[in-house]
Every structure is written in C-alpha cells, then in structure tokens.
C-alpha cells in the first residue's frame, strides 16, 4: 500500500487517509509496530517462510528487509528447500526459527537469537559487502554450518551464546 500526498487545500485530507491506514492495520489482526524496511512474521496461512501472506506487511523478505519473529503466532516460521534470506533478523523471546534439513538462510545484517533456532543440518550463510555484521542474542545458538562472507573488509563479531 501506498499513500502519497499532492498538494491539497488542507491537511484534513492526508489526516484521514493515515487514519484509514491505522484502522485497516488493526483490522488485518497485526498490532506489531514493524519499522520502515521491515518484516514481522505473522504465521496468518501457514509455517512457510516463503508465503508472502505469512509476513506483515504482506510479501517475503529479501536482503534488505529486516525480519522479527514474535513469540505469538502457532505457526512459527520454517525454511524449506526454496531457503530464505533477509537483512537482520531477531528472533524474539518465545519465538522459533526452524531450517529444515540441509536448506538455508542468507544473513545480509545481524543475526539476534532471543528465543529459539533449530538448524538440523542447514547452512547459515552471514553474507555482506558494505558493513561489520554481528551474531548475538540472549540465547544460545547452535549452527551447524555458518558461513562467513565478505567480500570488503569488514569484520564479524560473534557473542558468547553461539556454537559453531
């Protein structure tokens, strides 16, 4: 959804429109507060990381969308064979990211485990050109195959809850 504004008489207008927006939001049943570049994992059609309307707002993550994972919905997020990528992610307290088998997940940002990752035996791939990326959280996470790739130099900075 877009709202763009022309000049108008009064502000009135743009005023209702943003007020719309509020309400529409509220009625899809999504109250996280996503920031501008974005994702919040809603779970809403099933646990499939690469249905767009499992995502709010609607539509898979690519590398420069930041993703949450929230502790609230029954279907927590699950990579599949079609694997996923995002910029940063945080998966939050309560929450669970799952990559089943040898599939994958591309990192272009941070990686921030509050809550809970299953890796079976996928790769993490943390990939970056432009900036320091860092692996951190309260809990701890286990990879069974990180890959680090930079291709400027930069540095990663990995916290003590992390296996490899």
Do not use: E
């Amino acid at each position: 959804m877009k709202i763009t504004s022309k000049h108008q008489k009064s502000g009135n207008r743009l005023k209702t429109n943003l007020f719309t927006l509020v309400l529409m939001l509220m009625n899809m049943g999504s109250y996280a507060l996503i920031p501008v570049g974005g994702s919040s994992w809603t779970g809403n059609t099933s646990t499939d990381w690469n249905i767009g309307t499992n995502w709010s707002p609607n539509g898979v993550p690519t590398s420069s969308i930041n993703v949450t994972i929230p502790s609230a919905p029954a279907n927590q997020p699950v990579i599949g064979s079609a694997g996923g990528v995002c910029n940063n992610i945080t998966i939050n307290s309560g929450a669970t990211l799952t990559i089943t088998g040898s599939d994958g997940l591309t990192v272009y940002g941070n990686w921030t485990n509050n809550g809970s990752f299953t890796a079976n035996t996928s790769t993490v791939t943390l990939s970056t050109s432009t900036s320091a990326q860092s692996i951190g959280g309260s809990s701890v996470t286990s990879f069974y195959n990180l890959t680090l790739n930079s291709s400027a130099s930069n540095y990663f900075t990995v916290s003590l809850n992390t296996n490899m």
